[in-house]
């Protein structure tokens, strides 16, 4: 078992690779009352085809990624959350662009409660009928989102980011393309991204390391250790779709979307993280609330606390967001394009501006450790494998030459595109 | 919980501890909600987040918080029964976790007095130009309300639940009425919140008790007169259900509420039971609502109660298709039914049981909980301890369950629907 220690944060990181290849993390936290458990295969919605050694590549259809997740909660006699349930534990679980993990939290019976999560993902049961159903169910899912503005301005800017790609479908797919799904598609997508190897079980709270490590090993015993390479296969990207889109919609204000796509190499490893974080920072010296630039718009009344902007570095994919509600959409558009034109003055003698956010990010990173959801999910662990303790540690070494480096790589060519909703 | 009497309607409750890796300071100001109050005390939250004389623009009080490490403050209104409360809140890292954090405590402190006690005035009203900006973000606020259809249905549910006035809008307040207030409107609205209402403050932490009575203590907050505050309400039983539809625009599906009433006396012991209750009619994933009208019969994507403990209320709210409102409405009935038959599992109640004491438990790790339990506490005068409340809550039975289910009596019924 491998330890790392984590002394400013008085934190231990306990990691482990079980023979069939099942990555095991434990943090352990005893003045807690709880345990948060979650398991997670990095495989997410934008995985749509992917290949098995020399078989022929497969088509996976948008959306199955969260409908597998759904469905392995059912089994044949009985719903998974049923004996969580009994061992009063809250269970849950969430399908995102890279990730699918299920997970619970309890104060009670942790051994059996986390038996109970290895035993339910790794043993899938599908059915001609509970597919169906679920189709019924995900349908109306579908449908809440698409009744939700703000869902709606998100996935309109990532369609003009990224068109035809992975990245612009719903992570729940549409209702034309989970129609298509069929019980063996799902026991095939399972096969492949649900083999031991494929899986990382995170354990955080009070508990004792060496029992948790031996119920691990007891219960994985029961199933297949056979271990396949899998590839994922990319499609190339499109060149971007148009600058400028509305979509109608009834709502009060309009809300609007910009997006600034960044093309280039796919970082790996703690790249991936050193990057996010070096280009939140950007962001915040160029946009933030303390920048002369945030509170001109804002004393003119073009943009308010509902201003946000956000990178993210997902896979192959890399890109800017800023998201606004106002009336005002050209004069904040004119403003953005100035600030990312301009973003070498604007940086010029902003060391010290720097520096204090930096302790202040800082600051954020030691707060959200509170929480043991926070430490298991709020880290680059599936992206990067870069965990929140690591984050923190890596932000301490950021510099202000690295910010420099990073607004060359996102500003320079940036192109800029809106998308407005409003009535 | 030990509370120190720091003036006359003036408290605090220091919760030491160093389980967390933060420092948390909290400030309640309770006065009764009054329609005609509602409105200035949410503006005046909007003001104190953005502006003070020390720290005059949004962009000074962004700055500052950099300068706390990252500090997250905030400022929000609450409705509890029927007192208002504007609430202040800093959360920060501990000292002890960052560098150079010795002064920390002192500043964090010293940053919420000016904050609060220390506006930017212009004469006997608020500055002209903060108060216009803020006035119009609340107003944006409360028109977007609509956007969100969940929260809109049931909003209009609220409207037509409840008899009494003050606890019909929103507890963010009323568009009109904040329309029609002015900067020398909304200071006299503070005056008199910093003067009349209850003040609570809890404060958490790795800290010491007595440094923290001393610096409170340096606020110098004036006695005042306890005000009448009904933290509980309780309505008198309608002759006939009120029902509202409405059509809107660009929406795929529909949205049913219901307002029940569930007349249980406040802080009485059958609360426990219609906590179980609500929880095996709604308000779990163990549920009926959620296993046999979701899950089961796929009639809704979203669906369940809420026990609206201090009004006497059980609400329940589903996402579904229009064409599908009637019959999923048929199906709440009867499950309500079915519990008041007794027609439930055993296993199931012991499981919610166990649920439910999962997550008073789980509350221990979190400060905000922790706050929240020390305020509501402060508000109620009522304390329950963690052996009492689990023995309680172990202690219901069958037939409390149907006997406390037997009292919901609908009383409204809200409906939106998709406009062709």
């Given at each position: 078992?491998?330890e ?24 352990q936290k ?8 979650v398991?997670t295969?990095?495989?997410?919605s934008?995985d ?5 050694g020399?078989?022929s590549?497969?088509?996976?259809p ?10 392995l909660f059912e ?9 969580f349930g009994?061992?009063?534990a809250?269970?849950n ?8 993990s299920?997970l619970?939290?309890?104060t ?12 339910f993902v ?5 059915s ?7 189709q ?7 449908q ?20 035809d790609?992975?990245m612009?479908h719903d992570?729940?797919?549409t209702?034309?393309?989970i ?9 095939d ?9 494929q ?10 390391a060496?029992?948790i490590?031996e ?12 271990s ?8 190339n ?16 204000r ?9 093309d ?20 915040d010296l ?15 009344g073009?943009?308010?606390?509902e201003f946000d902007t ?8 890399q ?7 106002t009336?005002?959409?050209?004069a904040?558009e004119?403003?953005?394009q100035?600030?990312?034109i301009q ?11 720097f520096?204090?956010?930096k302790r ?18 709020r880290g680059?662990?599936a ?5 929140l ?6 932000l301490?070494?950021l ?10 790589k996102i500003?320079?060519?940036a192109?800029l595109q809106?998308f407005?909703l409003?009535? | ?5 720091i ?9 030491p501890t ?5 420092l948390?300071?909290?400030?309640d100001f ?11 005390r949410s503006l005046l939250s909007?003001?104190?987040?953005v ?19 990252g ?24 000292p002890?976790?960052?560098?150079d954090?010795?002064?920390?405590l002192v500043d ?14 212009d ?6 130009n ?14 977007s ?5 969940s929260?809109?249905a ?19 307040g009323d568009?009109?009425?904040v329309?029609?207030l002015?900067?020398?409107?909304l200071?006299?609205?503070?005056r ?8 609570n403050?809890v ?8 440094d923290?009575?001393?610096?409170i203590?340096d606020?110098s ?7 009448v505050l009904q933290?509980f309400?309780?309505q008198?039983l309608?002759?006939?259900?009120v029902?509202?539809?409405?059509y809107?625009r660009?929406i795929?599906q ?15 012991k059958q609360?426990?039971?219609a906590?179980?209750m609500?929880?095996l009619?709604?308000?779990?994933p163990?549920?009926k ?11 809704a994507?979203s669906?369940y109660?809420?026990?609206q ?5 059980l ?7 229009a064409?599908?409102?009637v019959?999923?409405?048929?199906m ?6 079915a519990?008041?038959n ?10 919610i ?6 997550d008073?438990?789980?509350?221990q ?8 339990i020390a ?12 052996s ?5 809550v172990?202690?219901?039975t ?15 019924r ?7």
């Amino acid at each position: 078992m491998l330890e790392k220690y984590y002394k400013q944060l008085k934190e231990k990181v306990l990691i482990e690779t079980m023979p069939d290849g099942l990555n095991v993390v434990m943090v352990q936290k005893p003045e807690y009352h709880k345990t948060f458990a979650v398991l997670t295969t990095d495989y997410g919605s934008l995985d749509e085809k992917y290949q098995i050694g020399h078989d022929s590549p497969k088509q996976i259809p948008a959306g199955t990624a969260h409908f597998l997740e759904h469905k392995l909660f059912e089994k044949e006699n009985e719903d998974a959350f049923t004996r969580f349930g009994q061992l009063g534990a809250d269970a849950n679980a969430f399908t995102n662009a890279y990730q699918t993990s299920y997970l619970f939290s309890t104060t009670q019976h942790v051994v059996p409660a986390l038996q109970h999560l290895l035993q339910f993902v790794q043993t899938p049961y599908f059915s001609d009928k509970t597919v169906a159903k679920e189709q019924g169910i995900i349908g109306q899912e579908i449908q809440m989102y698409q009744d939700d503005p703000n869902w709606a301005v998100y996935m309109g800017i990532l369609s003009m980011m990224y068109p035809d790609s992975p990245m612009a479908h719903d992570i729940a797919g549409t209702q034309q393309s989970i129609a298509t799904i069929t019980p063996e598609l799902l026991y095939d997508v399972h096969h492949a991204f649900y083999q031991p190897s494929q899986l990382t079980l995170q354990v955080i709270g009070h508990f004792d390391a060496h029992e948790i490590l031996e119920t691990i090993s007891q219960t994985q015993q029961s199933f297949s250790t056979t271990s396949s390479e899998i590839k994922r296969l990319v499609p190339n990207v499109q060149p971007l779709s148009s600058l400028s889109t509305t979509r109608q919609f009834n709502i009060s204000r309009p809300k609007v979307a910009f997006g600034i796509r960044i093309d280039g190499k796919p970082l790996n490893g703690t790249n991936i993280t050193k990057r996010t974080l070096a280009a939140d920072l950007l962001l915040d010296l160029l946009f933030g609330e303390q920048t002369d630039w945030y509170q001109k718009l804002y004393n003119e009344g073009i943009i308010d606390s509902e201003f946000d902007t956000s990178f993210d570095l997902i896979r192959e994919y890399q890109f800017i967001t800023i998201f606004a509600e106002t009336t005002a959409y050209q004069a904040l558009e004119k403003a953005i394009q100035t600030q990312t034109i301009q973003y070498r003055s604007a940086l010029k003698n902003q060391v010290h501006s720097f520096e204090q956010l930096k302790r202040a990010t800082i600051g954020e990173g030691i707060q959200r450790l509170n929480s043991l959801e926070n430490i298991a999910l709020r880290g680059d662990d599936a992206l990067s494998g870069v965990n929140l303790f690591d984050k923190i540690e890596l932000l301490q070494d950021l510099t202000f030459d690295d910010i420099l480096v990073t607004a060359d790589k996102i500003f320079q060519n940036a192109v800029l595109q809106r998308f407005v909703l409003q009535k | 919980m030990k509370k120190y009497r720091i003036n006359s309607g003036v408290n605090l409750v220091v919760l030491p501890t160093t389980q967390f890796k933060t420092l948390h300071i909290a400030i309640d100001f309770v006065a009764p909600a009054l329609t005609s109050n509602i409105s200035a005390r949410s503006l005046l939250s909007y003001l104190m987040a953005v502006s003070a004389r020390q720290y005059p623009t949004q962009q000074d009080v962004a700055q500052k918080t950099i300068d706390l490490y990252g500090a997250q403050y905030q400022t929000d209104v609450y409705r509890f029964g029927q007192t208002h409360h504007v609430r202040v809140t800093l959360q920060l890292p501990a000292p002890d976790y960052v560098d150079d954090g010795n002064d920390l405590l002192v500043d964090a402190f010293s940053f919420l007095q000016e904050m609060i006690f220390d506006p930017l005035l212009d004469g006997q009203k608020f500055d002209r130009n903060v108060f216009a900006k803020e006035q119009q973000s609340l107003i944006n606020e409360l028109e977007s309300i609509k956007d969100d259809k969940s929260r809109y249905a049931i909003s209009q549910l609220r409207n037509i639940t409840y008899d009494v006035p003050n606890l019909q809008s929103s507890s963010a307040g009323d568009i009109d009425l904040v329309k029609n207030l002015t900067s020398e409107s909304l200071y006299t609205a503070y005056r008199n919140m910093i003067l009349s209402d209850l003040v609570n403050i809890v404060v958490l932490g790795n800290v010491n008790e007595s440094d923290v009575e001393s610096i409170i203590k340096d606020w110098s907050i004036s006695p005042r007169r306890l005000p009448v505050l009904q933290p509980f309400y309780r309505q008198a039983l309608r002759p006939a259900t009120v029902e509202k539809k409405q059509y809107q625009r660009d929406i795929n599906q529909a949205m049913l509420t219901l307002a029940m009433r569930l007349n249980v006396p406040p802080l009485d012991k059958q609360r426990f039971a219609a906590m179980v209750m609500n929880a095996l009619l709604g308000g779990s994933p163990l549920s009926k609502l959620f296993m046999n009208v979701r899950e089961k019969a796929s009639l809704a994507y979203s669906i369940y109660s809420k026990w609206q403990y201090d009004t006497g209320f059980l609400l329940i709210a589903a996402g579904l298709d229009a064409d599908k409102v009637v019959q999923a409405e048929k199906m709440i009935d009867e499950e309500i039914l079915a519990i008041q038959n007794g027609d439930f599992e055993d296993k199931v109640v012991t499981s919610i049981k166990k649920s439910l004491i999962n997550d008073y438990l789980s509350q221990q790790d979190s400060p905000n909980s922790q706050i929240e339990i020390a305020f509501s506490r402060l508000l109620t005068g009522s304390e329950t301890s963690e052996s009492e409340w689990i023995s309680q809550v172990q202690a219901v039975t069958t037939n409390d369950i149907r006997l406390v289910a037997k009292k919901l009596q609908i009383q409204s019924r809200f409906i939106l629907l998709p406009k062709e």
